[in-house]
């Protein structure tokens, strides 16, 4: 079924995800032609067309702070709603009229993981999902054991090509830009090992907090939120060796063999935090031990990367945001030059913006203006919209991915596999979380954990 989809379903459309990524992107692809097929919203809000239309308006808004009602109007042409319960089967006898005309629709499961089993069963049961593809949102499970069974639930109900599990980073030009970073440039091909890098630090951050979905949150925490697939899926990129030869399919594998080089998190080199006031925001427990911050250490059992750890930290509420990634190389094998003012010598710092404004900014020592022969940092930065244009939204790569059939782009079903297994060991630690306050960057001992984290470039 190579064909394009012909119709969008959109379970979850009066959610958060939706309003924050979806609409934006269904509104994209109608602007760029690419979207010009029946769009129907399901949710469990009684909402009629009108409502999803205006949702879908202002989440336009939102997003691009502009809206070009041509393009919008084609968009709301094509939207109609199917309010209902996930478990009542007259949700999907209506779903199924809406869809006469469709031969191919694409399902879109913009909901939590707890009502994943019952709209798989309510397309299965009302004869949808034979003809259809779906799409499910991270995170995938709460745990090896409950991915395993969300996996049969599908695979009873769509064929493994029809399955595809998102994971925005991967749809994130910056995030592949890393592929090109190292596999295209012969530059730092020689030093990508344990001989010239000291570390590698990855920081997701966050200056917001749950931001009005702090119930779904607290059932999940930053682990599982995003260490166990953005994160990981960043340092198999960056770990991974190369390919043996070029195409998608050889790149896949050695990703998936970086991952399963990574050894299990160790609860004693992970730290959780949960920020200050969190346990009194609407929809969390009272007693609440979600983590809101982790950093952990980990490392690839490999030659390449022995003795380097790589350091991880996420979490919402900090003083700023950022998606950050710091190759921190070794010192010059030989101390010849001192740093200015007898400070301590800088390393060179390699930095992978990859949030927005994404680029690469290389910190390397330049001559001290002045008498004296000493050193001082200066940055080589280069912003990839200026250099390179505007690039599109992951959400909407994904999306117009996914109509086409086209799996490059999501996650492997063994790549989460690994990812559980990797994160296993710090899930629902009993120990309680630190607290820490809001604009900081976590829980003290967080900072002891690498031997200095450095800033990311905030925004
Ligand atoms: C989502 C998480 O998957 O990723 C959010 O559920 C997080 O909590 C978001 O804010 C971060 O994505 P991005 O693209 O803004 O870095």
Redesign the pocket.
Known sequence: MDLRSDAVVLFGATGDLAAKKLYPALYELTRRGRLDLPVIGVGRSRWDDQQLITAARKSVLETHGRLDDEVFDRLAGNLTMVSGDYADPDTYRRLAEALAAAERPLFYLAIPPAVFGAVVDGLAAAGLAARGRVVVE?PFGRDLESSHALNDALRAAFAPERIFRID?YLGKESVEGLRVFRFANRLFEPLWNAEHIENIQIT?S?VFGTEGRAGFYDRMGATR??LQN?MLQVVALLAMEPPARAGDAAFREEEIRALRRIAPLAPESTVRGQYAGYRHEPGVAADSNTETFVATRLRVDSPRWAGVPFYLRTGKLMPGTA?EVVVEFKAPRQDLVPAVDGAAAQPNLLRFRL?RGDGITLSIQAKDPGAEVASRPVELPVDFDAALGERRE?YERLLDDALDGRHLRFAREEAIEQEWRIVEPILDLPEPVASYPKGSWGPADADALAGRWHSPTLR
């Open positions: 991270k925005h997701l966050e939120d995003v953005h998606t949030g992951a």
